[in-house]
């Protein structure tokens, strides 16, 4: 049987044998950071950790694209590294893990510029980016000792269908290959944005465990009624999935700590639909991590029923 022939017979394959593969359960105590994208010289063991809590650090960012040429070009799903490797390394991630049980590790998938030039997803064709997706990743996740991994296109010379399958095959291939244990994405409310992570979630939504929607992506001042509204938006556009609330700390819009961003998500908790937070970024934090530590008590006493 050819490779071609193969790869067709287990995508059927696993189609044929994956229907009990679901989302993570809900989890309200669940912090999620993106760390390494800016390379300031952040680590793992600078942010805060909270043990009450449940926390991912995801790594920023693994691109299929290569520098080799000038401006960089994609390779039609070959990710390498572009993350801070100095301060983010395999042994980085392993020690961290190693002291915080309740610690896991992500990568994100894409991002938006690589030398100052947009990140665009390209593929040649879906079974060729899928399958040069499953082999780089799998040797990244291996690699590094990763759990999970999050998608951030935000560029795109495909359609919405060509996005779904590639994404959708990808993380149903690493989950029933137990490479992954969890997938979430990083939509915002943009029109170019949406559509392809709307197609995405219609026909796999039932594989991703978290939505890391960009609420500080919204122009703005934002009041904390018109974030709750945001939230019962992308709530109804993500139905039945786990849309985490969030912010920027480096000076991006929409409700920030210091104007309500806790009201706003004790609001949520009281509703029942407060499925945990995540920051963009450490890199941004490292001068004190204040609003690191304010998310995660905040979580933490949620949870403790205080």
């Not at 990083?186 to 594989?207: M, V």
Request: aromatic share 16%; hydrophobic share 35%.
């Amino acid at each position: 049987m050819d490779s071609s022939k193969l790869f067709f017979f287990f995508i059927l394959l696993l189609f044929v044998t994956v229907p009990s593969i679901q989302a993570a359960p809900a989890e309200s105590k669940l912090f999620r950071e993106y760390i390494g994208a800016d390379s300031q010289n952040v680590t793992l063991s600078d942010v805060p950790i909270n043990p009450k809590i449940e926390l991912h650090f995801i790594l920023s960012f693994a691109i299929d694209y290569t520098t080799s040429s000038s401006p960089p070009s994609p390779t039609d799903g070959d990710f390498k590294v572009y993350w801070d490797t100095k301060n983010l390394s395999p042994c980085n991630v392993s020690s961290i893990k190693a002291h915080h049980s309740n610690v896991k590790v992500a990568m994100s998938l894409g991002g938006d510029t690589i030398e100052g030039k947009h990140v665009h997803f390209k593929p040649t064709s879906i079974n060729s980016w899928v399958r040069n997706a499953i082999k780089s990743i799998s040797w990244m996740v291996r690699e590094y000792n990763l759990d999970g991994i999050d998608f951030d296109y935000e560029h795109f010379s495909a359609d919405p269908d060509t996005f779904a399958e590639c994404i959708g095959q990808l993380v149903l291939i690493l989950k029933q290959s137990k490479v992954v244990s969890f997938a979430s994405i990083a939509p915002y409310d943009d029109d170019s944005i949406q559509p392809y992570y709307l197609a995405l979630w219609r026909k796999y939504g039932y594989l991703i465990d978290y939505v890391n929607f960009q609420f500080y992506a919204y122009e703005g001042r934002t009041t904390i009624p018109d974030f709750i509204t945001h939230f019962e938006t992308q709530n109804t556009n993500y139905k039945g999935g786990k849309v985490l609330v969030s912010f920027g700390t480096d000076g991006s819009g929409d409700l920030s700590p210091d104007n309500g961003f806790f009201e706003a998500c004790s609001q949520l908790q009281y509703q029942g639909k407060l499925h945990g937070i995540f920051i963009w970024s450490a890199d941004d934090s490292k001068t004190n991590f204040y609003y690191e530590k304010q998310s995660q008590t905040f979580l933490a006493a949620q949870n403790d029923g205080l």
